[in-house]
């Protein structure tokens, strides 16, 4: 089965600054996808950024980039410029490709709560 | 509508009462899936429907919780009997369903269930 590790429960950050989160996990498939969500105190599950196994390039989508170690099973996020809004729960999902009716879910970590300071 | 929605936003009940969880998927998402947020599991998949395919119900934790998808669109999450330990966040999300399998859940805002 596969498991999605978060080791640091909380992490703070100053107002512009750059923080990252870590992540890894553990799986014996060789395509999959894996996922950063931020939870809001809203609770809707937010898309942040994703990344294809099969691809090479660490995907970025504005200050939000990934560190993708596919022999390391690592997937860390990293925040530039840090802004008060991006203070919430961000939570790292793995998911399999889909085959038929199985395996869709997505499995997620615990999750590491970020704090943004002023 | 633009995003996915869900009822009630909160739910209080009492031990025993039986709850219905309501998920209005994103227009054109063939598939649906129910996750539980709680403070000791954190999150888990509980059901996901794929079309007029069977669900896939690996992720329920007991037959007091069973599910259906109406029309291939809206969802309802059924717990029977309900016990304290049900208490949490009941989250549903949505997606397309690409040839690739490269589609990307986008989630509701959930309902929080407190069971008395």
């Known amino acids: 089965a596969q498991t999605v590790t978060q080791s640091q429960p909380e992490m703070s950050v100053q107002e512009a600054e750059t923080v990252t989160l870590s992540c890894t996990y553990d799986t014996s498939e060789s395509d999959y996808y894996l996922f950063w969500y931020k939870q809001p105190p809203s609770r809707q599950m937010i898309l942040v950024i994703r990344?294809?196994?099969?691809?090479?390039q660490n995907a970025t989508e504005n200050r939000f980039s990934v560190n993708f170690q596919k022999a390391a099973k690592s997937f860390s996020l990293k925040i530039s410029d840090s802004q008060l809004g991006d203070a919430a729960m961000y939570f790292c999902?793995?998911?399999?490709?889909?085959?038929?009716?199985?395996?869709?879910?997505?499995?997620f970590g615990g999750g590491t709560r970020l704090m943004v300071k002023p | 509508g633009a995003g996915v929605s869900q009822s009630p936003s909160n739910k209080v009940t009492e031990k025993g009462k039986d709850v219905e969880l309501r998920c209005d998927p994103i227009s054109g998402h063939t598939a649906l899936y129910w996750y539980r947020q709680s403070l000791g599991q954190g999150l888990e998949f509980l059901i996901y429907?794929?079309?007029?395919?069977?669900?896939?119900k690996s992720g329920l934790p007991s037959d007091r919780f069973s599910a259906e998808r109406t029309g291939g669109s809206v969802s309802t999450l059924t717990i029977q009997r309900t016990q304290q330990e049900d208490s949490a966040v009941y989250l549903c999300?949505?997606?397309?369903?690409?040839?690739?399998?490269?589609?990307?859940?986008?989630f509701g805002p959930g309902t929080r269930l407190l069971v008395l």
């Open positions: 990344q294809e196994a099969y691809k090479q």
């Open positions: 999300a949505s997606s397309l369903s690409t040839s690739g399998g490269q589609e990307t859940q986008y």
């Open positions: 429907f794929q079309g007029n395919s069977a669900p896939d």
């Open positions: 999902a793995y998911r399999r490709p889909r085959k038929d009716n199985a395996g869709n879910m997505l499995t």
